[in-house]
């Protein structure tokens, strides 16, 4: 099982393989081929940091605790229905965006994220909701 906060939900959906760090992509990559090879995988969601922060790099400054982030954790899951402590695949983490998001979302509860300009969030839930899944990384 793997423990997850509200706004990695969505940044895996637009992971393409970028990250912080050598260390924290590859840590990123093994997790979103597990979700994808594996939709049946068991998330917790947590409040804070994550599995993903982990690995976070020791040199950069460290945002995992800081307050936009838990508010961007907060708007995600109230946006998807969620609730800290929840236990779910991930399987059905994609229905509920597939119901509730869509890509336009991005723009207003991700607003503060360096990584938003890139536009692959929205590319990710796009395919989400057609059915697609997690895009393949090599």
Known sequence: MYKLRGHHLFCLLGYRGMGYSEEYAEN???LHHSLRDNPKTMIKI???P???CEKYPKTAEYHCQNEDIYKRD???LGKIGFKIGQVLRWED???HIRNYIV???VQIVCETCSWRSYGVCEEGIKAIKEGKGLRQIN
């Open 28 to 30: 990123m990559t093994a």
């Open 46 to 48: 947590v409040n804070g």
């Open 50 to 52: 994550d599995h993903l």
């Open 74 to 76: 907060a708007a995600i």
């Open 93 to 95: 983490i994609e229905s």
């Open 103 to 105: 890509p336009a979302d």
